[in-house]
């Protein structure tokens, strides 16, 4: 008599207050109340910044205002402000114009953006009476570092972007004698650290050559870099600084977008970074079928960490599609098609078992004693103003 056998299916075990698991690429773990360490590290550092005092905060703002406003560049701008049309950057700017500040607005157009997503960024610079500047990187550089990433087989496709806007935000301001950048990533709903591998290191510009070395067909000359080099120009010799404004208010997402639609005509684009058609794709499609993650877990914790969502509507949420079948199909038909592929080398590329990042090499592997050196020098020199003040 044949018996069938048992297969029993692991089921991973969720954290009581967020809805992180112990699943793919993460390290997360649970105390004895079942709370995750993510939500322990988030608590940590909210201490510090988001539940001090509103007092506490306002003067920190008011203080670095004060600041920026009294540095302005040769071209009389007091600071650079990266806008994708999304809601954090979008509410940045906004903001930024109540505060009185004069940035310069820039905008990073690698070939992926949504319609809504421009119309946002035409909308905001035109009410608020901001100078626009468009960089738009060579497509065809790009679009062999982007694929030269799928064919990798790991698992931050947004690599090349982010590295990308950050080594153009550093290089306008640069050359335009500005000195600081304002970014919108915030604690509130972009939590910047965890037990998790689902982001890759975004300024890893030896991770991004050895990567394209080995995968891609055509040379780089045009695209910008934010290496360690580069990095140590830009924030040690040129003095530009980033800071995080968003950090000192209190920033709810909902009602941001709120405010942003009743003032400024903006439009919501959906999931969160889906201004970008490929970001949208990727996220929504990609990652859960190759990765068998659904970055929703985070976005929905993060918002549930700063009071934002509950657990049950997080939960709900999450038993929703990433977005509309239909739609999916429609962005991977788009986006096969400006990459070159066909259908059935797509499908060989989500197969392809996963490789992490650091097995093509990284920064820290190549510059570890420079880098070694330049921390315990930082240190010091940080220990030595700490007394003198």
């Not at 820290?364 to 330049?374: G, R």
Request: aromatic share 14%; net charge positive; proline share 2%.
């Amino acid at each position: 008599m044949n018996r069938k056998k048992q297969v029993k299916e692991y089921t991973y075990t969720v954290c009581k207050r967020c809805i992180l698991n112990n699943g793919p690429l993460t390290y997360t773990t649970f105390d004895d109340k079942g709370i995750c360490n993510n939500c322990r590290n988030f608590e940590a550092l909210a201490k510090k910044t988001l539940w001090i005092s509103r007092n506490r905060n306002n003067k920190k703002l008011k203080d670095i205002l004060s600041t920026i406003k009294k540095v302005r560049g040769r071209s009389g701008y007091d600071c650079i402000l990266g806008l994708s049309g999304g809601a954090d950057s979008s509410y940045l700017a906004y903001m930024a114009h109540a505060w009185g500040l004069h940035p310069l607005v820039v905008h990073f157009d690698n070939g992926w953006n949504s319609e809504i997503a421009v119309k946002n960024i035409h909308a905001i610079v035109n009410k608020l009476g901001y100078d626009l500047y468009t960089y738009v990187i060579d497509w065809d550089e790009f679009r062999d570092i982007q694929l030269a990433y799928v064919k990798a087989s790991v698992i931050d496709l947004e690599v090349p972007t982010d590295h990308f806007i950050y080594a153009t935000l550093y290089e306008i301001a640069q050359k335009r004698g500005i000195k600081y950048i304002l970014d919108g990533n915030n604690i509130a709903t972009e939590f910047p650290g965890g037990s998790w591998k689902w982001n890759y290191s975004k300024i890893d510009l030896i991770n991004l050559l050895n990567i394209h070395k080995k995968f891609g067909t055509i040379k780089l000359r045009k695209f910008p870099k934010l290496g360690l080099f580069q990095r140590l120009y830009y924030q040690h010799i040129a003095r530009i600084k980033t800071v995080y404004l968003l950090n000192y208010v209190d920033y709810n997402k909902k009602k941001a977008k709120e405010t942003l639609k009743k003032e400024l005509g903006w439009k919501d684009y959906g999931g969160k970074h889906y201004e970008s058609i490929f970001t949208r794709f990727y996220q929504g499609y990609m990652l859960p079928k190759k990765f068998n993650i659904d970055k929703r877990r985070i976005h929905f914790s993060n918002l549930i960490w700063s009071g934002q969502m509950t657990r049950r509507e997080a939960l709900r949420e999450l038993k929703k599609p990433t977005y509309s079948k239909r739609d999916q199909e429609l962005d991977k038909t788009y986006v096969l098609k400006k990459f070159g592929l066909h259908s059935e080398e797509f499908e060989k590329m989500m197969r392809a078992p996963i490789v992490p990042h650091e097995v093509y090499g990284t920064e820290d592997q190549k510059y570890s004693l420079l880098i070694y050196i330049l921390t315990r020098v930082m240190r010091i020199s940080n220990s030595i103003k700490k007394k003198v003040n």
